[in-house]
Each structure stands twice: as structure tokens, then as C-alpha cells.
Nanobody
Framework: VQLQASGGGLVQAGGSLRLSCAASGRIYSSAVMGWFRQAPGEEREFVAAIRWGTGRTYYAESVKGRFTISGDKAKNTMYLQMDSLRPEDSAVYYC????????????????RGQGTQVTVSS
């Protein structure tokens, strides 16, 4: 399954963006889907995860209350609604997939898509 992230762009602080991650095939209920981000010169940072079958979600403390992860099983597409964006949210955002929850939360999932750039101006 290939993953394609989209929806990034330039937004002012306080604004919103919605990222999408489309899978090329079916996402099975055993999958854990997630988002991580990477800013220039920085290490990967976990953002959010969702267990596809149950809808269980988990967020990094830095985005909790501002970002919402969700999935559309019929479309095999995952979303990340990002509200109240801050300049420190600027990064390339990647979607990822694994069956191991811990690997997704560690931003070390076996599968990831090409990233989409998010830039938040102050």
C-alpha cells in the first residue's frame, strides 16, 4: 500500500489546515495509521495516531487539543485537522502505516508517504 499526503500550505498563526493521506489500497482494521513531522535540522516528531479498526486515537502533547486525527474507511483516507496553528508547527508532515502501535508513536513505522509542507507564519 502506498501513501500520499496532501493538503499542506502556508497559513498565518491561528489558522487551520486539513491534511489528507490517501492509501492506494485497502487499509485493514489491524493497521495503525499516523502522522509525524520533521522540521529542517530536527528529528522526526510524532504527531498523532489512530488505530484503524477501533478508532482509538493518541496525540503528542504539543498538538493535543488543537489537532484531530480521523479516518474514512470507505475512502481509505486519513485526515489531520490542524487548528490554532503556531509557527512551531511548521514542518514537513508525513503519514505512516504499521501494525505496531509503538512504532507509529515512535515515528518509526514501516510505511510512510511523501511529505507535505506546512508553513505557519507569525
Amino acid at each position: 500500500v502506498q501513501l500520499q499526503a496532501s493538503g499542506g500550505g502556508l497559513v498565518q498563526a491561528g489558522g487551520s489546515l486539513r491534511l489528507s493521506c490517501a492509501a492506494s489500497g485497502r487499509i485493514y482494521s489491524s493497521a495503525v495509521m499516523g502522522w509525524f513531522r520533521q522540521a529542517p535540522g530536527e528529528e522526526r516528531e510524532f504527531v498523532a495516531a489512530i488505530r484503524w479498526g477501533t478508532g482509538r486515537t493518541y496525540y503528542a502533547e504539543s498538538v493535543k487539543g488543537r489537532f484531530t486525527i480521523s479516518g474514512d474507511k470507505a475512502k481509505n483516507t486519513m485526515y489531520l485537522q490542524m487548528d490554532s496553528l503556531r509557527p512551531e508547527d511548521s514542518a514537513v508532515y508525513y503519514c505512516s502505516k504499521d501494525t505496531d502501535w509503538a512504532k507509529v508513536v515512535a515515528a518509526k513505522a514501516d510505511y510512510r508517504g511523501q511529505g507535505t509542507q506546512v508553513t505557519v507564519s507569525s
